[in-house]
């Protein structure tokens, strides 16, 4: 792909596009007439990531010095500017994407509201560049390419500081450019006359037969008038699409035996002729390949575990397809391509988006087939415990069921809540109706924010979850998260919903008689909160006073009796207390060790900590207490 045309070489990476790469040039460069927002598209498959991925290059700084720029053309070469913000949308959400973007450049704006406006009071303008928006988000069934585009990508695009250059599904493209004035965006669609590029997939299709790149001895690799032959007829029959002309190179070396050379009708012009003209010249029925790579398909993340992609083709195909399954490497290696995680895990995923677009579109029922695969994974659970589930089940299963229309029957597990990635599970639940949802998930999505934000440990999530369905009276949630082994942090006592307590402190009712002493919580409260105790002029504030271990009033509540632990009482405490505006550390005297963090999506309006463990703490929707747990201190139910 790197063949010389007008005495010029073509982009290494891109191998051609020379149009569309002078827009882009251009673009960079804020040419006269160029636009402000350009948006690439096309079908999948024509090559917009690559084409973008490739000026990617040309705009890094350190990259561009590996390249031959001067042998290149040189309206296709920007010039050396400061990198641009490249906040990639592959796995991301919508919002993650926009807080790339203020990372990036410095921002302060604590909202998404005021990234945009801080953009937008900006001297000079910034430069943004989105690939990949049709990978966007972690849940592919929550259609977060669309809310990418309508949610940051609008917004960018009517900032006048903000030059934007992004690709996007062709549906996505005019209503992206739409309602900005004449000339601020142009769109470039790669399958367009004006855009194709005939003589670049001859180069692709020529490139990948030659015997460098690992081709098999045969006629059409050695022979250069027969390669160069072959290679016309893949790229003719292509039409515009990469995609197409890599799957048939693949498709041919997988099984050279027999191939034909000379006979175009073994020559694709789709994806789907691809899958269907393979599976026929390795003679089986196309219907197998595609139900072989439907759990690729339907499935999410980086891949699929390759131990588990049989077991789910057979789930999706039925017992009588086992034999073809076991026996079909062969039939799917164009399509597939393994991934090595960094723990040694193989996972396999689709060589390229489209292919899962064409099998989901070529199943009779897509929620049917995801239920299937549901069923399959959940089985896989070891004895139903996510702490030892495979990382893709317990991170994806619920896009599957999202898909399967079954997620909210998964929301009542609170191991799930615990174990699964937090990103991901609070993708699928926001794409279910809220009416659809039951109390625990209303519960997880009003924590999901706090999860996500601080990316905490499966150990925070569990007590960062025990006390919010503590505070939404879900105890037995609660007492489920209790259960599950973690080592936890606390065990939350009690939670009072009382607004507009500006202050919290810890104390006792000495005891009398017969009575013992009593631990208390005292609540600096408004005038006129009920039962609370007037504690000066009118007009000021009152006091609430209930037990610190029940959260309830106790028999004689009057301030006056109230003791506050002394100071020696408190210098003597094993655990002591340091407060910042939304979390809070416990720390143990002895080693200076923290023992406990508590995290609030709302400030902090007061914090105790009794001499034997007890935190008490406030915000504007409350106080609650929670019992410090260290190893000596039991949980109880």
Request: glycine residues 8%; hydrophobic residues 45%.
């Amino acid at each position: 792909m790197t063949a010389a045309t007008d005495s010029y070489i073509p982009h290494p990476y891109v191998g051609g596009r020379s149009a569309a790469l002078r827009a882009l040039t251009a673009w960079r460069t804020g040419a006269p007439g160029a636009p402000r927002v350009l948006v690439l598209t096309g079908n999948p498959g024509s090559g917009c990531s690559r084409l973008l991925a490739g000026f990617l290059m040309l705009c890094d700084p350190e990259f561009r010095k590996a390249l031959p720029l001067d042998e290149m053309d040189p309206s296709t070469v920007p010039p050396a500017l400061p990198a641009p913000a490249v906040p990639a949308a592959a796995g991301r959400t919508a919002s993650q994407v926009l807080w790339l973007i203020a990372d990036h450049y410095k921002l302060t704006a604590a909202s998404t509201k005021n990234v945009y406006a801080e953009l937008a009071s900006l001297d000079s303008p910034v430069t943004v560049v989105v690939p990949d928006l049709d990978r966007a988000g972690p849940v592919r069934a929550a259609h977060e390419p669309a809310r990418a585009v309508r949610e940051v990508l609008k917004p960018l695009a009517s900032t006048e500081t903000v030059r934007l250059l992004t690709d996007v599904p062709r549906e996505l493209a005019a209503e992206l450019a739409e309602g900005l004035p004449a000339g601020a965006a142009q769109i470039i669609d790669l399958d367009d006359p004006q855009w194709a590029d005939p003589e670049g997939l001859v180069l692709h299709a020529h490139a990948a037969l030659t015997p460098q790149s690992g081709t098999p001895e045969s006629p059409f690799s050695m022979d250069p008038g027969q390669r160069r032959r072959l290679a016309e007829a893949i790229g003719r029959q292509a039409v515009t699409s990469h995609l197409v002309v890599q799957l048939t190179v693949r498709s041919i070396l997988t099984a050279p035996d027999g191939f034909d050379s000379t006979d175009d009708q073994h020559l694709p012009m789709s994806v789907g002729q691809a899958l269907d003209l393979h599976s026929r010249r390795l003679g089986n029925d196309p219907q197998t390949v595609r139900l072989m790579l439907a759990p690729l398909a339907l499935g999410e993340g980086a891949g699929i575990p390759a131990e588990l992609w049989r077991p789910l083709a057979a789930a999706v195909a039925g017992p009588e397809s086992a034999e073809a399954i076991g026996n079909g490497t062969a039939l799917v290696a164009p399509f597939v391509e393994p991934v090595e995680e960094e723990d040694g895990r193989t996972l396999l995923r689709l060589l390229h988006p489209a292919i899962g677009d064409e099998i989901r579109a070529g199943l009779s029922d897509v929620p049917a087939a995801q239920s299937r695969i549901a069923v399959a994974l959940l089985e896989a659970v070891p004895n139903q415990d996510w702490s030892r589930a495979d990382p893709y089940l317990r991170d994806n299963i619920a896009g599957h069921t999202l898909e399967a229309g079954l997620l909210p029957q998964l929301l009542i597990d609170p191991g799930l809540f615990v174990h699964a990635d937090p990103v991901r599970l609070r993708a699928a639940i926001e794409a279910v109706p809220t009416a659809g949802l039951g109390a625990a998930a209303r519960t997880y999505l009003r924590t999901a924010p706090l999860l996500t934000r601080t990316q905490a440990p499966a150990r925070l999530r569990a007590a960062l979850l025990e006390t919010a369905f503590v505070e939404d009276g879900l105890p037995e949630y609660a007492a489920a998260i209790r259960q599950l082994g973690i080592d936890l942090p606390w065990q939350t006592l009690w939670n009072l919903p009382v607004p507009g307590i500006h202050a919290v402190t810890i104390g006792r009712i000495p005891a009398s008689g017969d009575e013992p002493a009593v631990p208390v919580a005292a609540l600096a409260v408004p005038e006129g909160t009920p039962d609370a105790y007037p504690t000066g002029a009118r007009g000021r504030s009152a006091l609430l006073v209930h037990s610190l271990l029940q959260g309830t009033p106790p028999r004689d509540t009057s301030p006056d009796r109230i003791l506050p632990p002394s100071e020696e009482e408190r210098a003597s405490a094993p655990l002591a207390l340091s407060v910042g505006r939304d979390y809070l550390r416990v720390w143990s005297r002895a080693d200076e060790e923290i023992v406990a963090v508590l995290i609030s999506d709302v400030p902090f309006t007061g914090a105790d900590l009794s001499p034997d463990g007890i935190l008490l703490v406030a915000t504007e929707r409350g106080a609650k207490a929670l019992r410090i747990l260290t190893p000596t201190t039991p949980i109880t139910s």
